[in-house]
């Protein structure tokens, strides 16, 4: 045994954990998630997208032989996808059938779409013969809840009430089940996720990160507008590589009382990575100490009440992008 150890011991010397580490990289593909809200309309620079931006997104992603899937064939296949990008519109405005889905259409491009029932039909939103028509074209609708509520601060029961009900409108409506659900405003709570888990097989934030399956009920998809529609973010976006594993403490997105000590793992040497925390505020600097395959940040102020960011990078044969939100009431 202890002969055993020693070559353990020798071997690992002789070739350094890290060449291992850089024979997995090699055989990394980018499969990444864009999000969009509005097109072509600029009342909401925030959310949307210009004509001119998406057109340009697109022939990029193209030229650039990017293969574009639906999120349900990144979801059931995650380890055959090959340079992939899904691009995901959320709310459905009416905004997306008169200038984005027209380009998709041009393109022969596909993407999903996320609903939120309760204004289908109403003023800037999709009616049910323009829904019926994207998914006959192959638009992948899923659900977004009944009111676009924020999920954390209701009741278990509004919460399982927001999701039969949406259920049932579009099973109704359009005569599919949805398997697939993303979070209004990105906020999620252990709470809901425990729901949302009964009823989906994942489940989507709104925070940039590369795609990874290792937090399925939590994953992360690049927002697009009109300040972050540069070709360079698409180009960041659609790039950047996820890590083998990761996983981060506290990991209740919802955060009830402030903290300032958070817990990286990804199971690797983690010398090269670094992670960032951003508030309201601002950004938020800490010290960071590492304890085997763990990153331990204790950062130098309490997060403000609203969204806090986490994002952790690595450079090594690419950019691995790791990213995380928590909501603080
Ligand atoms: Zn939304």
Same mark, same amino acid.
């Given at each position: 045994m202890l002969r055993f150890l020693i070559l353990l011991i020798f071997s690992n010397l002789l070739f350094p954990v890290s060449i291992s580490y850089a024979t997995e990289v090699i055989d990394k593909t980018p499969n990444n998630i864009l999000i969009y809200h509005r097109f072509n309309d600029n009342r909401f620079p925030s959310t949307n997208t210009t004509l001119e931006q998406f057109e340009e997104q697109i022939d990029y992603l193209m030229t650039n032989d990017y293969k574009f899937v639906t999120l349900n064939q990144l979801v059931n296949d995650p380890d055959m996808m090959d340079k992939s990008v899904a691009i995901t519109i959320d709310d459905a405005y009416q905004s997306f059938y008169q200038f984005g889905f027209p380009v998709l259409k041009k393109n022969n491009i596909s993407a999903t779409l996320f609903l939120s029932?309760?204004?289908?039909?109403?003023?800037d939103f999709l009616n049910w013969t323009q829904l019926r028509e994207l998914l006959n074209y192959g638009i992948d609708i899923q659900n977004h809840?009944?009111?676009? @509520?924020?999920m954390p601060l209701q009741t278990l029961v509004e919460i399982e009430n927001e999701i039969l009900l949406s259920q049932k409108i579009i099973m109704d409506n359009l005569g599919i089940k949805p398997d697939l659900f993303a979070y209004p405003y990105g906020e999620a709570s252990s709470a809901v996720q425990g729901i949302i888990k009964k009823y989906f097989k994942a489940a989507f934030g709104q925070h940039s990160g590369a795609f990874s399956f290792n937090d399925p009920y939590y994953i992360a998809r690049f927002p697009i507008n009109e300040n972050y529609g540069s070709l360079e973010r698409i180009k960041s976006s659609s790039t950047v590589l996820s890590f083998k594993h990761s996983s981060i403490?506290?990991?209740?997105?919802?955060?009830k009382i402030p903290q300032k000590r958070f817990v990286l793992d990804f199971?690797?040497?983690? @010398?090269s990575i670094n992670c960032y925390f951003s508030d309201f505020q601002g950004s938020i600097l800490g010290t960071k100490t590492t304890m085997n395959t763990k990153l331990l940040y204790e950062l130098d102020r309490m997060p403000v009440p609203g969204r806090l960011r986490v994002n952790c990078t690595k450079i090594d044969q690419g950019t691995f992008w790791y990213g995380y939100q928590y909501y603080l009431n």
């Amino acid at each position: 045994m202890l002969r055993f150890l020693i070559l353990l011991i020798f071997s690992n010397l002789l070739f350094p954990v890290s060449i291992s580490y850089a024979t997995e990289v090699i055989d990394k593909t980018p499969n990444n998630i864009l999000i969009y809200h509005r097109f072509n309309d600029n009342r909401f620079p925030s959310t949307n997208t210009t004509l001119e931006q998406f057109e340009e997104q697109i022939d990029y992603l193209m030229t650039n032989d990017y293969k574009f899937v639906t999120l349900n064939q990144l979801v059931n296949d995650p380890d055959m996808m090959d340079k992939s990008v899904a691009i995901t519109i959320d709310d459905a405005y009416q905004s997306f059938y008169q200038f984005g889905f027209p380009v998709l259409k041009k393109n022969n491009i596909s993407a999903t779409l996320f609903l939120s029932t309760e204004s289908v039909g109403s003023s800037d939103f999709l009616n049910w013969t323009q829904l019926r028509e994207l998914l006959n074209y192959g638009i992948d609708i899923q659900n977004h809840t009944h009111t676009h @509520s924020h999920m954390p601060l209701q009741t278990l029961v509004e919460i399982e009430n927001e999701i039969l009900l949406s259920q049932k409108i579009i099973m109704d409506n359009l005569g599919i089940k949805p398997d697939l659900f993303a979070y209004p405003y990105g906020e999620a709570s252990s709470a809901v996720q425990g729901i949302i888990k009964k009823y989906f097989k994942a489940a989507f934030g709104q925070h940039s990160g590369a795609f990874s399956f290792n937090d399925p009920y939590y994953i992360a998809r690049f927002p697009i507008n009109e300040n972050y529609g540069s070709l360079e973010r698409i180009k960041s976006s659609s790039t950047v590589l996820s890590f083998k594993h990761s996983s981060i403490m506290p990991n209740d997105p919802f955060m009830k009382i402030p903290q300032k000590r958070f817990v990286l793992d990804f199971q690797e040497n983690p @010398s090269s990575i670094n992670c960032y925390f951003s508030d309201f505020q601002g950004s938020i600097l800490g010290t960071k100490t590492t304890m085997n395959t763990k990153l331990l940040y204790e950062l130098d102020r309490m997060p403000v009440p609203g969204r806090l960011r986490v994002n952790c990078t690595k450079i090594d044969q690419g950019t691995f992008w790791y990213g995380y939100q928590y909501y603080l009431n």
